[in-house]
């Protein structure tokens, strides 16, 4: 088809763009710039105007689309592949549908009401989906996709339970690439590990994403081959890849990684030195580990001399060259005085099993309980609390939370609740639940989120009921209820199904005693509504999933 210039009355180049700009401005302030047959160019503004300035669309529009050159068709793309995992039930699948289509919603006066939030319920749901196994139905993997682009959090599980579909799908939508981003090796499926020569041409020719999945693949099979394989490019690699590649190392760390980690110390790179200094000070018997240890022992003792045994501390006077190399950063953050971040570093690298040989032989509590001179008492527990969880120290981190009844649990303290939260990591589940909840029954709910939120869920029913009992002390006092709402948010995705049964005798409005908040019972019973119906719903999507249902526990008074 040949193509012939316009008419000399109609829109030229740029035509459209004057069209736009004539409507946005008013034809009452500008004359259409081309006119439809019949019309007489350069009409002045007036009654007709608007109309010239319709039918120049209209023929533009026209103009455009017929001037459009046909294209060859793109090749039809591969097939998706195939998900071998068993379909959902059709009730789950049901369900899912509407968790995906429910948006977050505040009513105007800023109570939730009674309705389930569907929205903070997805997590639960897809974490309990891929514990069993299910596959995502196809239809709904767009909106999967579209939910996870929006919140960074449901990522992981999301993808895990989209699958190699949603790969698939994502190469084919730019919006939607994260997911490629976000999955190892960006979806690519890595050779066998048997397979040594397509295992080292990976390793060499494949992109950076696809290199770390390969050695995070074979980390987890083999940790010294994984190892062996980073040092074959070593030398070569950029400094951000370097980073990325040796911290993948902390998987399987053993002793044998020793050497590797060693050499790493002296990289060009100084965030690749710091990561091979925190390597190997998880290391208790590492020479790093030795090196700190003499330096911190240097810092810290005890004095017999008072009335009371007391740790003195003197800090480091200098960070020299051996004390750079091995990862202490020399300049401190903006307020930190030099002395105290360089001795806080060095205690927080010390393995926690030399101080009994240091301090007197004393067990860790017996250590923890000794006073500590000049106000370094802070800076030594904070220390200490940052190397137990760094070397995952039960023992030490039991001694740096003390008893949860004890008074200065529910304060500042030498040790903060974010240090508490954190250690409390380190325990078991049953351990940390059963903290918390004494920690809870003692000081109240006021300084507990962060407790609650490093505690498994479904919660252990003595955390629990210790949570629900201080909610009921709380609105029995005519406390200030929306002050409880973040909690009771965590209760409604954290407590354990089974107790909604027990529940039913806190909603009813209660009487609001004469000091209480204004309205406060009312909102009392609809938090407690909104908590119990929140708990029956997931029982329902735990038994959709094929999850079997406990019984009840009897009802606490």
């Given amino acids: 088809m040949n193509r012939t210039s316009a008419p000399a009355d109609s829109p030229t180049s740029g035509a459209w763009e004057e069209l736009v700009t004539t409507a946005l401005l008013g034809t009452d302030r500008r004359t259409p710039p081309g006119v439809a047959p019949g019309v007489a160019p350069g009409v002045a503004p007036g009654r ?3 109309a010239a300035l319709l039918d120049a669309a209209a023929m533009e529009t026209v103009r455009r689309r017929a001037g459009l050159i046909p294209a060859r068709s793109a ?5 998706a592949p195939e ?23 505040t009513a105007g006066s800023g109570r939730r009401g009674t309705a389930p939030d569907l929205v903070e319920l997805l997590p639960q749901w897809l974490a309990t989906a891929n514990a069993r196994g299910f596959t995502a139905p196809p239809e709904t993997l767009p909106a999967l996709l579209d939910a996870a682009r929006g919140r960074t959090d449901l990522r992981p599980s999301a993808l895990a339970f989209a699958g190699p579909r949603a790969l698939w799908l994502a190469r084919l939508n730019p919006e939607w690439r994260f997911a490629l981003r976000a999955t190892p090796g960006g979806g690519a499926s890595l050779p066998h590990l048997d397979d040594t020569e397509k295992v080292r041409e990976l390793w060499q020719e494949g992109l950076f994403a696809e290199r770390v999945a390969l050695l995070a693949a074979i980390r987890a099979d083999a940790p010294r081959a994984a190892r062996e394989l980073l040092a074959t490019t070593w030398a070569t690699e950029r400094a951000e890849d370097r980073l990325m590649f040796l911290d993948s190392l902390r998987d399987g760390l053993g002793d044998e990684d020793e050497p590797f980690l060693e050499q790493s110390l002296a990289d060009r790179s100084r965030n690749v030195r710091a990561t091979a200094a925190e390597l190997l000070s998880s290391l208790p018997g590492s020479a790093l580990a030795s090196r700190m240890a003499a330096r911190a022992w240097a810092c810290v003792a005890v004095d017999h001399t008072r009335d009371t045994p007391t740790i003195t501390v003197e800090a480091p006077h200098e960070c020299d060259a051996g004390m750079e190399r091995d990862g202490i950063a020399a300049k401190p953050p903006a307020g930190r005085g030099e002395r105290s971040w360089w001795f806080g570093q060095l205690v927080e690298a010390t393995p ?3 101080w009994p040989a240091r301090l007197g032989n004393r067990t860790p509590e017996g250590i923890v309980a000794l006073p500590v001179g000049d106000d370094w008492q802070g800076e030594l527990h904070a220390a200490w609390c940052r190397a137990a969880v760094r070397q995952r120290n039960a023992v030490w981190s039991r001694a740096l939370l003390g008893a949860p009844s004890a008074p200065e649990a529910g304060g500042p303290g030498a040790v903060s609740l974010a240090e508490r939260a954190k250690l409390l990591s380190t325990l078991e589940a049953d351990e940390r639940a059963e903290w918390v909840a004494g920690f809870i029954a003692t000081h109240g709910l006021s300084e507990a989120f962060q407790l609650l939120g490093v505690c498994q869920v479904p919660w252990a029913p003595p955390l629990g009921q210790a949570v629900v009992d201080a909610l009921n002390i709380a609105r029995d006092a005519g406390s200030y209820p ?74 606490h008074d």
């Fill in 75 to 79: 090749p039809r793309p591969d097939p």
């Fill in 48 to 50: 007709d105007a608007p």
């Fill in 352 to 354: 926690l099993g030399t």
């Fill in 482 to 555: 929306w002050s409880f709402s973040g909690v009771m948010g965590l209760a409604e995705r954290c407590l354990d199904p089974v107790a909604a049964n027990p529940l039913d005798g806190l909603l009813a409005v209660p009487e609001e005693p004469q000091d209480a908040s204004p309205g406060a019972g009312g909102y009392w019973a609809e938090a407690f509504q909104r908590l119990v119906t929140t708990l029956r719903l997931r029982a329902a999507m735990a038994q959709e999933l094929g999850v079997e249902r406990e019984e009840s526990p009897p009802a």
């Fill in 83 to 105: 998900d071998p995992r068993p379909s959902l039930p059709a009730p789950a699948a049901r369900r899912l549908a509407m968790l995906l289509a429910d948006r977050p919603a």
